[in-house]
């Protein structure tokens, strides 16, 4: 399995609150990206990075902000949670853009009550 | 938005049959991609077939593109238990992959 990591693995939290999401990765891989699943969407696509501090909205970014400040870091944090948050957050890696496949952590499944 | 969308929604077969998956998209691509996951787990890379490809072949996966029709499918021979899995197809294309809702694929014993 390609090394990456999300932590925390579950979590619930309450309307209103800030929380991070972590991946790590031990790949050196330049592209990251955080995608979340919801039944019936499959993946859509948050942020992305190409690089350290270089970062770009995707598809549906709005109350997520992301962060990279070291090659094996990417953190996405919800500035005020809300219920419409609530899914399951997917990590994924590449070594390119779309050229190449994309390895994914195990996910984060986040409760906004 | 999604780019592919993957046909049927669900399926259900007798372990030991094949299984095939179908994925349409609507816009022009450099790849596409299938992933499989198993249930609470990451997607896991399958197969990826270049836009210049008509074929591909990895053990008992084959997947085909027509690029004309804007689809691809993905056939799974002499299916397992194992196989039972939710699989996606990505389109890539600029900077990122576009994905579909995916198949629901059930392996009967």
């Known amino acids: 399995d390609a090394g990456i990591t999300q932590s925390p693995r579950h979590k619930v939290t309450e309307t209103g609150t800030p929380v991070t999401l972590r991946c790590h990765q031990t790949e050196n891989h330049r592209y990251m990206y955080w995608y979340r699943q919801d039944p019936g969407h499959g993946l859509r696509l948050i942020h992305y990075?190409?690089?350290?501090?270089?970062?770009d909205k995707g598809e549906v970014s709005d109350g997520y902000s992301v962060s990279r400040s070291k090659t094996e870091d990417f953190l996405l944090t919800l500035e005020s949670a809300t219920s419409s948050q609530t899914s399951v957050y997917f990590c994924?890696?590449?070594?390119?853009?779309?050229?190449?496949?994309?390895?994914f952590g195990q996910g984060t499944r986040l409760t906004v009550v | 938005s999604q780019q592919g969308e993957e046909d049927p929604q669900a399926l259900s077969i007798q372990e030991g049959e094949n299984a095939t998956m179908n994925c349409s998209y609507k816009?022009?691509?450099?790849?596409l991609q299938w992933y499989r996951q198993n249930s609470g787990r990451g997607l896991v890379h399958l197969i990826l077939?270049?836009?210049n490809e008509r074929e591909k072949h990895s053990g008992r996966l084959r997947v085909t593109l027509d690029t004309s029709k804007k689809s691809s499918s993905l056939l799974i021979t002499a299916s397992r238990a194992a196989d039972t899995a939710s699989y996606f197809c990505a389109t890539g294309s600029n900077y990122q992959l576009i994905w579909g809702a995916g198949t629901k694929l059930i392996i009967k014993p």
């Open positions: 994924a890696i590449s070594a390119q853009e779309s050229g190449t496949e994309a390895f």
């Open positions: 990075s190409y690089g350290v501090k270089d970062t």
């Open positions: 816009t022009s691509i450099n790849n």
């Open positions: 077939i270049r836009s």
